[in-house]
């Protein structure tokens, strides 16, 4: 397969363009002839005029890349090598929500030939590709996995927002369905990653090791959370804490602030969800969830302490609250805790306001229904800086200060502003 590739007789296929896909289908489309394909046909013609939705990317991404934009299953049906790149998100009750994935599976099953390979690098609990997403593909096709096709897991490791570790220069885990999967899947994608490839013993220890990455890092923050909320008790700056306990070698840096966006706030549920349909209940990881998620209430909570405590009434009150994105510099709002923040603050009848320069305002009112503001507006009586933008960062106390009441209220939640003067405003940080 992979000397095919090699010679441009067999296609690359990207299913799903978004922040993994869409990169990860320029980046072999520099050496390979590929396509690329999602069933958004909007999407597909924004990239077709060399437009990145997410924004991630500008028109020279585009530049010298042997790639065909679809999303007509009869030109999919040209490639041989496909790469599944599609959400994998959970529900309103905090399942997994396998209908991208699942459909992504029954849509390569309708075109799968003999000699083909399929390979996943959606999240996913450990199983996921071997006992759901294959037999749609041998059902669908009609097709047997070994005799006609093989399949594998390399779980993406895109890091929106970071110019510095791109998808060339990361480490890539790859895993295969037999040893001669892992071997050709190896190749393909050691031939465009720099940092080389880590080949894993099975697709299951493949789809682990991605999962617990997010979770990890979803219950290291949850701790600097719940630091923060009894440090907020005591009177004391949690980033000061954190500083002086980092003076220590082995001290691991994780800062609190709102878990959100489509990887650390969603990949410990498929997880969760694994455990449970394997008799065992989890507490370390259902403990941090319930940890980040109870944030927003926290932050609410405190806002409209300070206010009270300045004789201000909160339901009389404005409030800007700067930022939607789930982290900085990205144009991504993919499962927000601002939106959280924002119906906690609501409810104590406050007239609240969002802005975001980097979120699209048409995308925010499709999917949350919410009014996105640009620019801020004035006479606010509290900010609550919720991103930490560029733009945001190099803005002064002062500005900010400008755009409030008397007696203003400023709560970073991100730190920007905690080693500069704060004599100018009431000034709190988680």
């Not at 394909?37 to 437009?51: G, K, P, Q, S, T």
């Not at 849509?107 to 071997?130: A, F, M, Q």
């Not at 209940?281 to 405590?309: C, H, T, W, Y």
């Not at 560029?390 to 803005?395: G, I, N």
Request: proline letters at 5%; aromatic letters at 8%; a negative charge.
């Amino acid at each position: 397969m992979f000397q095919e590739i090699v010679n441009k007789e067999k296609k690359i296929a990207v299913v799903g363009l978004g922040y993994v896909g869409l990169p990860l289908a320029l980046l072999f489309a520099r050496k390979y002839r590929v396509v690329g394909f999602d069933i958004n046909a909007r999407r597909v013609e924004m990239l077709r005029r060399r437009e990145d939705p997410s924004r991630e990317l500008g028109p020279e991404a585009f530049e010298n890349a042997d790639i065909e934009f679809t999303s007509d299953i009869e030109v999919l049906r040209t490639a041989s090598f496909y790469i599944v790149a599609v959400p994998t998100p959970v529900d309103e009750h905090k399942v997994p929500d396998l209908k991208p994935i699942l459909g992504a599976s029954n849509t390569i099953g309708k075109v799968l030939k003999k000699g083909d390979y399929v390979i996943y690098e959606s999240t996913v609990y450990p199983g996921c590709t071997e006992e759901d997403c294959l037999p749609i593909l041998e059902t669908t096709s009609g097709l047997h996995l070994g005799a006609d096709f093989r399949i594998g897991y390399s779980p993406e490791r895109i890091n929106p927002g970071d110019k510095s570790n791109t998808i060339d220069n990361i480490l890539k885990i790859v895993s295969g369905s037999d040893a001669e999967a892992l071997r050709e899947i190896s190749a393909v994608y050691g031939s465009v990653i720099r940092a080389g490839v880590y080949e894993a013993p099975s697709i299951k220890v493949a789809e682990a090791a991605k999962v617990i990455e997010n979770s990890q890092r979803d219950l290291n923050i949850s701790f600097m959370n719940e630091l923060s909320i009894i440090f907020d008790r005591m009177g004391i700056q949690t980033r000061e804490v954190i500083e002086a306990a980092a003076t220590k070698w082995n001290f691991l840096k994780f800062y609190p602030g709102l878990v959100g966006g489509h990887c650390i706030g969603v990949d410990p549920y498929y997880l969760l969800h694994k455990s449970h349909e394997l008799g065992y209940d989890p507490q370390v990881i259902l403990s941090g969830r319930r940890v980040n998620d109870q944030m927003p209430e926290f932050i609410a909570k405190k806002l409209v302490q300070i206010l009270i405590a300045k004789d201000k009434n909160p339901g009389n009150c404005k409030v800007l609250i700067m930022g939607i994105t789930f982290k900085e510099n990205v144009s991504d709002i993919r499962n927000s805790k601002v939106v959280d923040l924002y119906e906690e603050l609501k409810a104590y009848s406050m007239q609240v306001d969002i802005a975001d320069y980097m979120a699209d305002p048409e995308e925010v009112e499709e999917e949350y229904g919410l009014h996105l503001r640009t620019e801020p507006g004035s006479g606010y009586d509290a900010i609550v800086v919720a991103v930490a933008h560029k733009r945001y960062r190099e803005m002064g106390l002062a500005e900010l200060t400008d755009m409030m009441k008397e007696h203003p209220i400023l709560m970073d939640l991100k730190g920007i502003y905690s080693r500069q003067d704060h004599h100018l405003l009431h000034y709190w940080s988680l």
